[in-house]
């Protein structure tokens, strides 16, 4: 049997209230006092920065980094682009990329000295100032030494020094610190060419001092100062002897009135025993 009208009827479609999306907005919504008004003000603030510093920060991560201008052309002011970084000192830059040169370590857009190196640079330095300035102390103290001493006869006592000392150096490292010792040195001591074309390297005046013996200092001073020195020695050793003579005189002055107050009451006792008798 077939469905009649009457019993087949459509359902009723849901009604939408309007009050879930009203059209315009209604007062109630709206702030109802100034502190919510500044409330909601606050919250809106906060909301947009961490939408500013989110961007700003994914914006820096996807960024990629600032090559690195080419060390042939980075020395030139107009070629330094705002669009690279000039190569640091110590460093070689080809194709945007940094290598630091060799005794160099990368850190960040710089290239740093190692450590090692620089220790032993200094180690090596230090013993060629200690050899230089004693070798030219005994020259002028005891005329046994030399003042000149040659860049090769340093180099040949730098290898000896390296072999009876045991250090654990590879040689990469200790051929640059050798050499940055050796630029050292030249930077701190007197240099000059020999008749053979050779370097010479001398301790100065100032620093050479430091190595003298306390005797060697005092005579010398002494030899400097003889026209002040012998002088004051003269009148110093005058004064000694003329001091000397006068107390040798209050002694015998103090002496003979001693003895004569003696011979005075020797007197005087006799004159009484005299008398008396």
């Known amino acids: 049997m077939a469905p009649t009208s009457d019993t087949k009827r459509k359902k009723p479609?849901?009604?939408i209230p309007?009050?879930?999306f009203p059209v315009e907005p209604s007062l109630n919504s709206l702030?109802?006092?100034?502190?919510?008004f500044f409330r909601l003000i606050a919250v809106v603030s906060i909301a947009a920065a961490v939408v500013v510093a989110c961007n700003f920060i994914a914006t820096s991560l996807n960024q990629p980094p600032t090559p690195f201008c080419d060390s042939n052309t980075s020395d030139s002011g107009d070629s330094v682009s705002e669009y690279c970084e000039p190569c640091p000192t110590n460093g070689v830059c080809y194709?945007?990329?940094l290598e630091c040169g060799y005794g160099y370590k990368k850190q960040g857009k710089f290239c740093i000295e190692d450590g090692d190196i620089s220790k032993a640079a200094k180690k090596l330095s230090k013993w060629v100032e200690v050899h230089v300035c004693e070798s030219c102390a005994q020259s002028l103290c005891s005329g046994s030494g030399k003042c000149w001493v040659s860049e090769d006869e340093l180099l040949n006592n730098l290898d000896k020094y390296k072999l009876n000392d045991n250090s654990e150096l590879d040689e990469?490292?200790?051929?640059v610190a050798k050499q940055k010792a050796m630029d050292t040195i030249h930077n701190e001591m007197e240099t000059r060419r020999d008749d053979r074309g050779g370097e010479e390297i001398k301790c100065p005046e100032l620093l050479v001092n430091h190595y003298k013996p306390l005797n060697c200092v005092i005579w010398q001073w002494i030899i400097k100062h003889a026209l002040l020195a012998v002088p004051a020695c003269a009148s110093f050793v005058g004064c000694i002897l003329i001091a000397s003579r006068a107390y040798q005189r209050h002694c015998l002055s103090?002496?003979?009135e001693q003895l004569y107050h003696e011979v005075l009451y020797f007197i005087v006792l006799l004159d009484v025993y005299y008398i008396n008798s």
Do not use: E, M, N, Q
């Open 254 to 256: 103090v002496r003979a």
């Open 13 to 15: 479609k849901p009604s």
């Open 31 to 36: 702030p109802s006092s100034k502190t919510d």
């Open 172 to 175: 990469a490292i200790y051929a």
């Open 95 to 97: 194709d945007g990329k």
């Open 18 to 20: 309007h009050t879930l």
